[in-house]
């Protein structure tokens, strides 16, 4: 195997493990979204039902706990589908652009790659070379403007149903957790004490491993995590009691 072959393929090995680390980050971030407001919105509900309603409507609060899930995940889901689609709208904009900049306005487009060597310490004839070899294919030459010029890559075509699907299901399985003591109790406050326990539980163990992998501290982050869990079903637990004794 020659010099050349051999830095292609270890050209080509870097790139498959960056786009799979990019696709793991995508999958992970649909998770962390998903995940942390099923764990949160769901608990809030249930706490202040809880409050609310006697031991005689203890069926209310899991029928709206599951109502209140199906639509979270559907809304969670379409706003990823959203978000995905728009990225993918966003880069294929660009892209009709830059084609159209490559069409028009070559000798300027040449330029911004002439620019980009340069600023990697090349000299002029090496410059020269790279620019002319670069902008020989027109393929290649708008997939180097899009990269370095822009920060674009080409995003996944299947993103847009792939997130919705990960964010939507996140969001039902982490609904779940606090939802699901309230079907074996037969009364709302022991449901919201169990529910409560596993619930910031969970609220730690995720936020700790959330806060680990975007570079925070993981204990702090884990804290402040469970403790906006618990104020917001807290709130909503008080709230309900006022209006309940108003």
Not at 128 to 145: G, H, L, P, S
Not at 202 to 210: P, Q
Request: glycine share 10%; hydrophobic share 40%; charged share 25%.
């Amino acid at each position: 195997m020659d010099s050349q072959t051999k830095t292609l393929k270890d050209t080509h090995t870097h790139s498959d493990h960056i786009e799979e680390h990019m696709q793991g980050s995508e999958v992970l971030r649909d998770i962390v979204i998903g995940m942390s407001d099923g764990l949160t919105v769901p608990f809030a509900l249930a706490a202040g039902l809880s409050g609310a309603v006697g031991p005689e409507h203890l069926n209310l609060i899991w029928i709206a706990g599951l109502a209140e899930i199906a639509a979270g995940s559907i809304a969670m889901g379409l706003g990823g589908y959203l978000a995905g689609k728009t990225e993918v709208d966003h880069y294929q904009a660009e892209l009709k652009r830059e084609y159209d900049e490559v069409e028009k306005v070559p000798e300027r487009e040449k330029d911004e790659v002439r620019e980009f060597f340069a600023k990697l310490g090349l000299s002029d004839e090496v410059q020269e070379k790279a620019v002319d070899e670069m902008t020989q294919d027109k393929d290649t030459w708008v997939d180097f403007m899009m990269k370095y010029e822009l920060g674009l890559d080409k995003p996944d075509p299947k993103r847009a149903r792939n997130s919705a699907f990960n964010i939507g299901l996140s969001y039902i399985v982490g609904g779940l957790i606090p939802l699901s003591p309230y079907f074996f109790v037969t009364d709302g406050l022991t449901g919201l004490k169990i529910s409560a326990v596993i619930t910031l539980i969970c609220l730690f163990i995720f936020g700790y491993y959330k806060s680990k992998m975007t570079g925070i501290h993981p204990l702090s982050g884990a804290l402040r995590v469970m403790i906006i869990g618990a104020l917001a079903a807290g709130c909503a637990f008080a709230v309900a009691k006022l209006i309940q004794h108003g």
